[in-house]
């Protein structure tokens, strides 16, 4: 089993950036597809991005697309969510996500991933 730990929540001002990461461990880490997800109070849990194990694919929200960029570096066990040019909507609870999957396809719903951290607050002030 992997555990995961994110880090790099915050406060930041609208148009400001934040690096999220999420360090894993007990488990081979490349063998893993990753995700990030974000849930806002009252709104159901939302897929934000997504890679596949060996970093064949990716996905992206349509919502960030073009602002956000996931990225892993398997010889730390970890993976990186660089956000850029945040708007408010973008407040959330941050959740990293870890499956194993030796598929090409992207996972992107909350029910494919049984590995998940405990969530870093990211607030986007106007």
């Known amino acids: 089993q992997v555990q995961l730990v994110e880090s790099g929540g915050g406060l930041v001002q609208a148009g400001g950036s934040l690096r999220l990461s999420c360090a894993a461990s007990?488990?081979?880490?490349?063998?893993?597809?990753v995700a990030w997800f974000r849930q806002a109070p009252g709104k159901e849990r939302e897929i934000v991005t997504a890679?596949?194990?060996?970093?064949?694919?990716?996905y992206y929200a349509d919502s960030v697309k073009g602002r956000f960029t996931i990225s892993r570096d398997n010889a730390k066990n970890t993976v990186y969510l660089q956000m850029n040019s945040l708007k408010p909507e973008d407040t959330a609870v941050y959740y990293c996500?870890?499956?194993?999957?030796?598929?090409?396809?992207?996972?992107?719903?909350?029910?494919?991933?049984?590995?998940w951290g405990q969530g870093t607050q990211v607030t986007v002030s106007s």
């Open positions: 996500a870890a499956q194993q999957f030796m598929g090409s396809t992207v996972l992107k719903v909350p029910t494919s991933y049984n590995y």
């Open positions: 007990g488990g081979t880490f490349s063998r893993y597809a």
């Open positions: 890679m596949t194990r060996a970093e064949i694919t990716t």
